[in-house]
């Protein structure tokens, strides 16, 4: 059985008090893009192993346990004593860009198995499996825009259609560390608070939604500000780091004609329509 995990992007971000447990409460809306991964499982007919993961695309640091669809696979297989599983992953969403690609496959993971051995798990309880994984991992269960706050795992649905709208998405060969981009920022309310603003049409929200990350991280990695800069430049109506960064989004008017524009060979793109 295959499945195909999709990304999201941070539509504002608020970092609006640190927690006495070092982690920081937050404001954002999720939405998903159909920039995806491939994910497939088979039975394995070798039984003296729980998992073999073959990797296909962009490679991931690290051993294959340390892999988030593993660590979903066994999170199930201690539940429900599953089968041992061949897995197939294939990625094409960059890693360490702010998109969510390791969460989304995890999460991804858990439908999966959920529905190929027929489990019964509810929507509900995917969700607490899921948050065990990772803070924004819940979010892909239900996978439809949706308010976060708390530490980012406390969601509503929020009524928003970006459909018809184009996207651009370019991420730089930069790595951002998400534990330094929080040291570095102040926490504050906002004025204008990222629910409010998502109501009003998206030409208002060049100034009003914004994304905290970005002051801290600007300034080490220019190229960002950059980045963001030349999707404004070149007719974006809203343009904004993904959370934590490296990865830069623009949203374009549904009827108008991308701009072809070179970001070096080092930088990868995705264009597509939400
Ligand atoms: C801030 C967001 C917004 O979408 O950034 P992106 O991952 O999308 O870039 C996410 O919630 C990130 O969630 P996630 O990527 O799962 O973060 P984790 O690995 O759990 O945390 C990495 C580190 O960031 C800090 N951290 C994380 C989340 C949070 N609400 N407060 C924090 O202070 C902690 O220092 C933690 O050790
Ligand atoms: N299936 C996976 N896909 C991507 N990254 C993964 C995966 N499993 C574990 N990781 C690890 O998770 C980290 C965060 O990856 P990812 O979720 O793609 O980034 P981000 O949270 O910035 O969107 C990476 O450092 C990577 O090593």
Known sequence: MITFPNIKINLGLSITEKRPDGYHNLETV???????????????????????LYQHGMEIA??????????????MDKEFHLPPVEIHLYKHIPSGAGLGGGSSDA?????????????GVSEEQLEVYAATLGADCAFFIKNRPTFAEGIGNIFSPVELSLSGYQIMI???????????????????HPEYPVKEVIRRPVTEWKDTLINDFETSVFP????????????YHHGAIYASMSGSGSSVFGLF??????????WGTD????????
Do not use: W
Request: with cysteine.
């Open 107 to 119: 999460a991804f993971m858990l439908k999966l198995l959920n529905d190929h051995y027929q489990l």
């Open 220 to 231: 080490q990695h220019p190229i960002i500000r950059d980045i963001k800069e030349e999707l």
């Open 267 to 274: 930088a990868f793109c995705f264009t597509g329509t939400l």
């Open 253 to 262: 008017a549904p009827e108008s004609t991308l701009p072809e524009i070179d």
């Open 30 to 52: 999720f939405y998903p893009v159909a920039l995806e991964d491939a994910l497939e499982i088979r039975t394995s007919p070798d039984t003296d192993r729980k998992f073999t």
């Open 170 to 188: 370019i991420k730089p060969d930069v790595f951002v560390s998400t534990r330094e981009a929080f040291a570095n920022i102040r926490p504050h």
């Open 62 to 75: 690290g051993k294959p346990e340390d892999n988030l669809v593993v660590k979903a696979y066994l999170l």
